[in-house]
């Protein structure tokens, strides 16, 4: 059982992870990342009146306070995850039956570990997600590190944790997605690569999936980790990775297939790079699991 964060609520020894690993593309949280950063954390829609509001940090994790004081009574719903980086890539859903639950009227706050979680919900028909501006296209390098939780595959298989585009084959190109299935991660880009879960990690296990990809391959050379441990390559394409610029990315969702692929599960924390951070990989995932305890 992972035990409850240290750095929750302490700011002595807390240790900001965009400080420590600058560069991100996009960064969304529960936790504040970067030092200078003054925004807030998300915007928060109750839905016993639509009033929303926006919810920022005390002691550098999500004031809990003002947000169950804002929702009691009612249930709350994510409208934006401020994006940390600095570059003004936020998360958005303006559609209300599509904003991932953060509180609940019945149970209170939505945690793992007994930290703040988004909640993507259970409606595959409608589907749970959020958008932000797209900034990694063709085959350009790329790092992932998504704190997830209570996977449970849809009726297609794959749960969908990330995808860069709003499109299917266009030229020969098809949208990087990141899906978790049953056995394995799949990523699935002109062609697909299957990942098999390290042992003693499961499809329903609290993990924190790393991604990087350093350009000029397939998609059989993005290299994958489940709380630290690597994720090793099976089968798939040899064919080179490539991705649409359209302008829009997805968390929890990739639209072109029918119906969707929707991922259904908490999320705490999703930081990407434009870059590969192989380097780094090693110290963002000490850094996340410090905070996280995840494993």
Same mark, same amino acid.
Not at 117 to 145: C, H, K, L, N
Not at 257 to 267: D, K, N
């Given at each position: ?21 600058? &560069? ?14 003054? &925004?807030? %954390?998300?915007? +928060?829609?109750? $839905? %016993? ?8 940090? +005390?002691?550098? *994790? ?10 009691? &009574? ?13 570059? &003004? ?38 589907? +749970? ?8 296209? $063709? ?18 298989? @794959? $749960?969908?944790?990330? %995808?860069?585009? $709003? @499109? ?17 991660? *799949?990523?699935?880009?002109?062609? %697909? ?46 064919? *080179? ?15 072109? *297939? ?38």
């Amino acid at each position: 059982m992972p035990r409850r964060s240290t750095y929750y609520g302490a700011t002595a020894s807390f240790a900001f992870l965009l400080d420590l690993f600058p &560069g991100a593309g996009a960064a969304y949280s529960m936790r504040k990342l970067r030092s200078a950063y003054s &925004g807030g %954390s998300i915007r +928060v829609r109750r $839905d %016993s009146d639509n009033a929303e509001q926006d919810i920022g940090f +005390v002691a550098n *994790v999500l004031d809990t306070a003002s947000l169950i004081s804002f929702c009691t &009574g009612a249930n709350g719903y994510i409208v934006t995850g401020y994006d940390q980086s600095g570059n &003004g890539r936020d998360l958005t859903q303006t559609t209300a039956i599509q904003q991932p639950k953060i509180y609940d009227s019945s149970t209170g706050l939505i945690t793992t570990n007994s930290l703040p979680a988004w909640f993507w919900g259970t409606s595959p028909s409608s589907g +749970v997600y959020m958008e932000f501006p797209q900034f990694i296209a $063709d085959d350009d390098p790329r790092s992932f590190f998504i704190v997830n939780d209570q996977f449970s595959s849809g009726s297609t298989g @794959q $749960d969908c944790l990330l %995808s860069l585009n $709003d @499109q299917g084959a266009v030229g020969g190109r098809l949208g990087y997605r990141i899906c978790k299935e049953t056995s394995k991660i *799949v990523l699935r880009v002109n062609g %697909s690569a299957s990942f098999n879960y390290p042992a003693g990690i499961g499809s329903t296990d609290y993990t924190l999936l790393s991604n990087t990809y350093a350009s000029g391959g397939g998609a059989q050379d993005a290299d994958f980790w489940l709380n630290g441990d690597s994720c090793q390559y099976s089968s798939g394409t040899t064919g *080179v990775l490539r991705t649409n610029n359209n302008g829009t990315s997805f968390i929890g969702y990739y639209p072109p *297939v029918s119906g969707g692929l929707y991922y259904t599960g908490t999320m705490q924390e999703i930081v990407i790079y434009d870059s590969d951070q192989s380097a780094n990989r090693t110290g963002i995932e000490s850094n996340i699991n410090d905070f996280y305890s995840i494993w």
